[in-house]
């Protein structure tokens, strides 16, 4: 062990090591999953899809707990670039396209060719498949995800047909990890992770930000991700 390693700053390194060790692990699964999926019988199409959806919810969770952890050591950088926002749209698309067909859940698009977005593309496309993954989780049939400009900033937006989301998430600050809920689900970490996402995207005086409501056009939940 480095001598030179304060005590408190073992832990961090260790649960750094640990996640990443897991998240490898968990990769091995998933593709385990998906080659049993393709064996399966009639009877266990249910319970493999259960299994398929609760092991990438683990794997956005370490996903985000490894990017969380690089912001908390001073670690973590973007690197931005310009990309088509259509482009991120069908990545996040892509993550989450087995489970939308083992859900029968339809997820359609609506973004102009010519949109452009300036941003990380891997930080960006998983957070917006992580939101994705959550909505599909609340959703009854249907997602939409969009983009569009908005008051100077580049808006995409997720919306489902569900419940919408419940009172104590639509009131907490989520750039404030005291204000979320990290106990009855991934939700909240998601938001939070999406959010510390977005602020780091920046341009003059203007800060990426997160915003959520249940003004779906589709009747549910409403997520809004701005980016300068």
Same mark, same amino acid.
């Not at 419940?166 to 106990?183: R, Y």
């Not at 992770?193 to 249940?214: L, W």
């Given at each position: ?20 060790? !897991?998240? *490898?692990? +968990? #990769? =091995?699964? %998933?593709?385990?999953? $998906? ?76 973004c102009r060719d010519d949109l452009l ?6 930080? !960006?496309? *998983?957070? +917006? #498949? =992580?939101? %994705?993954?959550?909505? $599909? ?9 969009s983009a569009s400009e908005a008051d ?33 689900g991934n939700t909240g970490l998601g ?38």
């Open positions: 062990m480095n001598a030179g390693l304060k005590e408190d700053a073992l832990f961090p390194v260790i649960l750094g090591a640990t996640v990443h060790d !897991i998240k *490898n692990s +968990l #990769g =091995t699964l %998933l593709g385990l999953i $998906q080659q049993m999926s393709l064996k399966q019988s009639a009877g266990q199409v249910d319970e493999v899809r259960q299994l398929e959806f609760e092991a990438n919810r683990i794997n956005h969770s370490l996903m985000q707990l490894l990017v969380m952890y690089k912001i908390d050591s001073r670690k973590f950088s973007l690197m931005e670039d310009e990309y088509a926002a259509l482009d991120l749209i069908n990545e996040a698309k892509a993550q989450q396209d087995r489970l939308s067909r083992l859900q029968n859940i339809e997820v359609r698009s609506e977005c300036y941003c990380d593309y891997q930080q !960006i496309s *998983n957070a +917006l #498949g =992580t939101v %994705l993954n959550n909505a $599909q989780r609340y959703t009854k049939n249907a997602v939409l995800i100077g900033y580049l808006r995409f937006c997720i919306e489902d047909d569900g419940l919408g989301y419940p009172p104590h998430l639509l009131e907490a600050d989520l750039t404030n990890p005291a204000d979320v809920d990290w106990v009855s938001l939070y992770f999406v959010a510390a996402i977005a602020g780091f995207h920046k341009n003059r005086d203007k800060t990426g930000y997160v915003e959520i409501d249940n003004h779906s056009r589709l009747g549910g939940a409403r997520f809004s991700l701005y980016l300068p």
